[in-house]
T-cell receptor, first 117, second 112 residues
């Protein structure tokens, strides 16, 4: 069964800490994405990557960075966590356009619920 | 900028009813449209993907239609069951990008 795995389901961190959220996929997908989900605001794209060592800003990149050293792993980094970064973080992967012949398009992980206190 | 709207925001029905969830988008230049299901506190599970050249897709009791020119999609759920209770999200992939733009979802409650 193909998977996107997020390393933690729940995290509690203190304001000012550097936080790493890890995501690994086993589908050999080129594309990987980080979203955050907040009540009333829906899912918003933070960063995405089309290939190893490549990254693109999404709609809300401020306060975040990413790392993609290997194809299967995409890390989201909160440089200095703040309370307004308390949220559900969702990682996803997909094949590139033109090769999205699969039925399901995007595959999401189970999410990481981050609380910053 | 693409905007995706889902109506209604919440829906409560008795078990056995057929129901329709609606999704509209402002930019018709889409590559595909995908419907997801999300259970409380969980990630997203993909239900159906419709390519821009298609009109509909079916999976079991689910049928999704796409009218690209009018910027609309519907998700039809037949003979609803309590296990269908979840939030249903619609997302479009625009022609120029691989990223998805999401609606805010419809929260469905099916009561026994």
């Amino acid at each position: 069964d193909v998977k996107v795995t997020q390393s933690s389901r729940y995290l509690v961190k203190r304001t000012g800490e550097k936080v790493f959220l890890e995501c690994v996929q086993d589908m050999d997908h080129e594309n990987m994405f980080w979203y955050r989900q907040d009540p009333g605001l829906g899912l918003r794209l933070i960063y995405f990557s089309y290939d190893v060592k490549m990254k693109e800003k999404g709609d809300i990149p401020e306060g975040y960075s990413v790392s993609r050293e290997k194809k299967e792993r995409f890390s989201l980094i909160l440089e200095s966590a703040s309370t307004n970064q308390t949220s559900m973080y969702l990682c996803a992967s997909s094949l590139p356009r033109g090769r999205t012949g699969t039925l399901y398009g995007y595959t999401f992980g189970s999410g990481t619920r981050l609380t910053v206190v | 900028k693409q905007e995706v709207t889902q109506i209604p925001a919440a829906l409560s029905v008795p078990e056995g009813e057929n129901l329709v969830l609606n999704c509209s988008f402002t930019d018709s230049a889409i590559y595909n449209l995908q419907w997801f299901r999300q259970d409380p506190g969980k990630g997203l599970t993909s239900l159906l993907l419709i390519q821009s050249s298609q009109r509909e897709q079916t999976s079991g009791r689910l049928n999704a239609s796409l009218d690209k020119s009018s910027g609309r999609s519907t998700l039809y759920i037949a003979a609803s069951q309590p296990g269908d209770s979840a939030t249903y999200l619609c997302a479009v992939q625009n022609s120029g990008y691989s990223t998805l733009t999401f609606g805010k979802g419809t929260m469905l409650l099916v009561s026994p």
